[in-house]
C-alpha cells in the first residue's frame, strides 16, 4: 500500500530552527516533493528530492535517505510568515507524475 | 492570468444535486491534475489529463465522478448525484510535461454539500 506519515501539528519560535519529518511506503519512488500551504491557499512548490542527501534552497532545506524512506524539511531563521502546512508528497512509479501526499504538518510559529 | 485558475471559488448544493467545477491551467502547460483535500487530510489525487492521451481515472472515486479536457485548456471536473462526504477542497494543478518536477497549483474550489 502508499503511507506516508508525518507529524499532524509543530510549533516553534521565530527565529530558530525546525525539522519537519517525514517518512513514506510507497509502490516506487521517482521523487520526494515538499510544498508549503497557508490557509485557504494553493499549496506551493518548496523543494524537490529524487536522490539521497540534503538540498539547500535558502532558509529551507530538504533531505532525502531513501533506504529508510525518509526525508525532512528544514527551516531556519523561522518567521511569522512560515506559519503554514507543509506537506510531504511522494511520486511514485508508473506513466503519471501523480503525487501521493501526507496529511501535511500545521506549523505554528510563536513571537 | 499568470497563474492556474478555479471556479467558482466557493459551491454550496444540495444532496443529490450535479456540480460542475472549472480549472483553467497555465498556458503552455500540457499536464493537469486534479486533486481533492478533505478537511484534515492529505490531498488524494483524482485525475490526469496529458495531450491527446488517454487520461489517468484511478483515483477518481465513484462513477458519479468524471472529467473532461479541451485539448490543452480548460478541464471541468463534474460530480453527479452529490453526497455529504464529497464535501471538501477540490485543487487542480498544471505542470509543463508529464515528468516535471513541479505542479503549479490552483486556489481550490470549497464544495459544500448540504
Known amino acids: 500500500g502508499q503511507n506516508i506519515d508525518q507529524p499532524t501539528e509543530m510549533t516553534a519560535t521565530e527565529g530558530a530552527i525546525v525539522q519537519i519529518n517525514c517518512t513514506y511506503q510507497?509502490?516506487?519512488?521517482?521523487?520526494l516533493f515538499w510544498y508549503q500551504q497557508h490557509a485557504g491557499e494553493a499549496p506551493t512548490f518548496l523543494s524537490y528530492n529524487v536522490l539521497d542527501g540534503l538540498e539547500e534552497k535558502g532558509r529551507f532545506s530538504s533531505f532525502l535517505s531513501r533506504s529508510k524512506g525518509y526525508s525532512y524539511l528544514l527551516l531556519k531563521e523561522l518567521q511569522m510568515k512560515d506559519s503554514a502546512s507543509y506537506l510531504c508528497a511522494v511520486r511514485g512509479s508508473g506513466a503519471t507524475n501523480k503525487l501521493i501526499f501526507g496529511t501535511g504538518t500545521l506549523l505554528a510559529v510563536q513571537p | 492570468g499568470a497563474g492556474v485558475s478555479q471556479s467558482p471559488s466557493n459551491k454550496v448544493t444540495e444532496k443529490g444535486k450535479d456540480v460542475e467545477l472549472r480549472c483553467d491551467p497555465i498556458?503552455?502547460?500540457?499536464?493537469l491534475y486534479w486533486y481533492r483535500q478533505r478537511l484534515g487530510q492529505g490531498l488524494e489525487f483524482l485525475i490526469y489529463?496529458?495531450?491527446?492521451?488517454?487520461?489517468?481515472k484511478s483515483g477518481l472515486p465513484s462513477d458519479r465522478f468524471s472529467a473532461e479536457r479541451t485539448g490543452e485548456s480548460v478541464s471541468t471536473l463534474t460530480i453527479q448525484r452529490t453526497q455529504q462526504e464529497d464535501s471538501a477542497v477540490y485543487l487542480c494543478?498544471?505542470?509543463?510535461?508529464?515528468?516535471?518536477?513541479?505542479?503549479?497549483f490552483g486556489p481550490g474550489t470549497r464544495l459544500t454539500v448540504l
Open positions: 489529463f496529458q495531450g491527446n492521451s488517454a487520461p489517468d
Open positions: 494543478a498544471s505542470s509543463f510535461q508529464t515528468f516535471n518536477n513541479e505542479q503549479f
Open positions: 510507497t509502490s516506487g519512488f521517482n521523487g
Open positions: 498556458s503552455g502547460h500540457t499536464a
